[in-house]
């Protein structure tokens, strides 16, 4: 019986074989080095993984292994430089059943015990070289090759399960192998497997076999088809072949993988099947196979060393502003994207260059593999057709309208008095005095909590409201509540309107619908397109409530996410709150089939009490939020916003420290350095910590926010001066904003 090598000084014979080290499945984690393909922590085959190159590393000299041996790590027989050729069956008795099937008896020779089956040890014939190609699988006998640059755990190891790698007989010799099995294993003549690989696989044309997405993109795929090209055919050297079709997949994968390309995934699989070498024995199946392996390995990664410039470029064409430009490309540069980040000037190089250089996206494509129709429409047969209204010059019907503001300032209470007017048939317009039903999908708001008392107290025909509840997924014989998406639930969502008769549709907010990046173009393109074509064919009101994002601006492009989502509407109504009166402030930012654009609204907001049960059945009361529709509105939502930023960015909003600091630099008729500022005003301009560190931080800020305002200019690094012509203006004591 062989001992397990790391706990003993005698095991089976070495001199005649070259060993390498494996890794020790007793050791915490696996001791193979990580890689792209490996990760030492997650490693699902401790035990086998080689530490280092085992084809460098494969020695015989005893004394080395003794070495290895006292570290407790595992062997591997590397059979190349041993001479051998291995059988590893992974099935027990697959090779007894191959020789009885075949009328052969079981050659005798060395073989070690494994956790499936034996390992059965042959001398390689001279002049004959195997690989890794196997054609016992292609029969249905579970036996691999192992030969060439291929190992195989050697006796005296241990299997991940506790199971010892037992020699049969340590002293066996190695027979040679049978003539009978070099003649099974020889490869046929080279050109007779590319006639058949020819049959098998597409030719290739020439140029690129990838033509999508941009220069980048195209020569990153078409590297990958080039290599799958160059590998050796399976039958001739078996290991280059399994090891360099499993890498380009999985390089394939993580192209698939980014945002902005246009390889999908399935694209990355079709090409690894056309353009990875077959042959008779080794087909399809085992393209297949390693495709599904790469699958494993990559999951989601994306390829982590494109240039910043590529990403720049790309993330151009889909951000809606330079601030979102930069926001994206910064995301990118530190989480690691670029496998070399370049130096920071660089990258904002990369990104002005990339906004000044942006194309828009074309609006049509196409071409030989375009899945476009185009219709030629002659407008002369074209039948004119108005636009009909939940609210007259409001809320059109058929097409999508927009809520936006800022979070908390009562949106969802002013979207509750709309419902609720529509299923009164209040509202001027085309349902005045036809109550129709609403349908709600809310992302936020509990429904009896929140939701249905706000419309009971907004005066809503409950009969008439109805509200999508999250799905219900079951996971481990667990039920989940999962929230409705729209590239999922649009069929189930239009079925619903028809089945209620509903004339108006809200999602509350949509970003809570919306699957992946509400700020990449196509995701935004590919939830909201099939939501407005649904609104026209059952010609329905569509609202959806959006939040705005945080900055000064316009409020019209204040709204959060992708540009987009305000080219797609047809109507956008905005939302702020006037703190002089309290009162909310609703104002049409946009509207294509009116002229309302322009026109602002005042609603108040108050609260309601209504009674309902606790979760103790006990009768309580219970306040919420109720809108009231006042009139037309004096001031816009653009007027608050502007007054807001002025207040937040007014010069005469200083405390009075920082008006001395910004009297003092006004007073000398030089720049001032930041080491002079610093001395004056006792800070340490190179504390590094406690309160000194605070205290330098503190005086920085104030000097960049004076800077901002205007109350000082910057003139070179560390240089401060008195604005031109102007001095500080009064307002010592006052709130700094």
Not at 39 to 57: F, L, M, Q, W, Y
Not at 240 to 252: F, I, K
Not at 608 to 627: E, M
Not at 721 to 728: A, E, Q, V
């Amino acid at each position: 019986m062989t001992p397990r090598i790391g706990h003993a000084a005698k095991t089976a014979p070495v001199a005649r074989f070259h060993y390498a080290p494996l890794d020790d499945p007793t050791a915490p984690q696996c001791l193979a080095p990580k890689s792209d393909t490996h990760d030492p922590g997650t490693c699902a085959e401790r035990g086998k993984h080689p530490i280092g190159s085992h084809v460098r590393n494969a020695s015989n000299d005893p004394g080395v292994i003794a070495t290895w041996r006292r570290k407790g790590y595992n062997l591997g027989v590397v059979c190349g430089p041993s001479g051998v050729v291995i059988l590893d069956e992974d099935e027990l008795g697959d090779f007894e059943r191959f020789c009885a099937d075949h009328g052969v008896e079981v050659p005798v020779t060395y073989r070690v015990r494994s956790a499936k089956g034996w390992h059965y040890y042959f001398a390689e014939p001279v002049g004959i070289h195997f690989g890794n190609r196997t054609p016992f699988k292609k029969q249905g006998y579970n036996l691999d090759v192992r030969g060439g640059n291929a190992y195989a755990v050697a006796a005296g190891s241990a299997h991940a399960t506790g199971v010892v790698y037992e020699a049969e007989n340590d002293d066996a010799p190695v027979s040679v192998m049978p003539e009978w099995l070099v003649t099974y294993l020889s490869a046929p003549p080279r050109h007779e497997v590319k006639r058949d690989a020819t049959e098998a696989v597409p030719a290739y044309a020439g140029g690129d076999a990838y033509s999508g997405g941009t220069h980048y993109e195209r020569a990153a795929v078409n590297g990958c088809i080039a290599k799958l090209r160059a590998l050796p055919q399976p039958w001739f050297g078996g290991a280059g072949w399994d090891e360099g079709t499993y890498t380009e997949a999985c390089n394939l994968l993580e192209i698939a993988n980014v945002p902005f390309f246009d390889l999908t995934v399935a694209d990355a699989e079709a090409l690894v099947k056309a353009h990875a070498p077959t042959d008779e024995a080794w087909g399809i199946e085992q393209v297949e196979a390693k495709i599904a392996s790469a699958h494993q390995t990559v999951a989601d990664r994306i390829r982590k060393d494109l240039p910043i410039d590529v990403v720049a470029e790309a993330v151009a064409k889909i951000a809606p502003d330079l601030t979102d430009l930069e926001d994206q490309v910064w995301g990118y540069h530190r989480t690691g994207y670029s496998g070399k980040p370049p130096e920071r000037h660089a990258v904002k190089f990369a990104i002005r260059s990339a906004w000044s250089n942006r194309e828009k996206p074309a609006t049509v494509t196409a071409g030989e593999n375009s899945k476009r129709s185009l219709n030629l429409v002659d407008l002369s047969a074209v039948e004119f057709e108005v636009t009909e209204w939940a609210w007259d010059n409001v809320v059109p019907l058929g097409v999508p309208t927009g809520i936006a503001g800022q979070a908390g300032i009562g949106k969802s209470t002013v979207v509750s008095w709309l419902a609720a007017g529509v299923t009164r048939g209040t509202f001027e317009g085309d349902l005045k005095g036809q109550p129709a039903s609403v349908l709600i999908v809310a992302g936020e708001d509990d429904i009896s909590r929140q939701l249905a008392p706000r419309l009971n107290v907004a005066g809503a025909d409950m009969s008439r409201v109805h509200v999508l509840q999250p799905t219900i997924e079951t996971t481990a014989g667990q039920q989940i509540e999962t929230v409705m998406q729209l590239t999922q639930d649009l069929p189930g969502i239009r079925q619903m309107l028809i089945d209620t008769g509903a004339k108006m549709l809200i999602l509350d907010p949509i970003l809570s619908f919306v699957e992946g990046n509400p700020n990449a173009q196509g995701d935004v393109r590919r939830a909201l397109d099939p939501l407005a074509a649904l609104a026209r064919e059952l010609n329905i009101a569509l609202v959806v409530v959006m939040h705005f994002k945080k900055g000064h601006g316009v409020a019209g492009e204040k709204v959060s996410g992708s540009h987009v989502w305000r080219d797609v509407l047809r109507s956008l109504l905005v939302m702020a709150i006037d703190e002089e009166s309290d009162y909310r402030v609703v104002s049409i930012d946009k509207s294509n089939y009116s002229n309302a654009r322009g026109k602002s609204m005042l609603f108040e907001v108050t609260g309601a009490v209504v009674q309902g049960r606790d979760t103790k059945g006990n009768v309580r009361s219970q306040l919420v939020s109720k809108a009231a529709y006042i009139g037309d509105s004096p001031k816009s939502v653009q007027d608050l916003l502007e007054a807001e930023n002025s207040k937040r960015d007014g010069r005469r909003g200083v405390k009075e420290e920082t008006a001395e600091v910004i009297e003092w630099i006004c007073e000398q008729d030089e720049p001032v350095r930041w080491i002079d500022i610093c001395i004056r005003f006792d800070v340490d301009p190179n504390a590094r910590e406690g309160a000194g560190k605070q205290a330098r931080t503190n005086l920085h800020r104030k000097l960049g926010r004076a800077v901002d305002r205007g109350d000082i200019r910057r003139v070179g690094k560390g240089l401060y001066h008195k604005p031109d012509g102007l001095r500080p203006i009064d307002g010592l004591g006052e709130e700094e904003y």
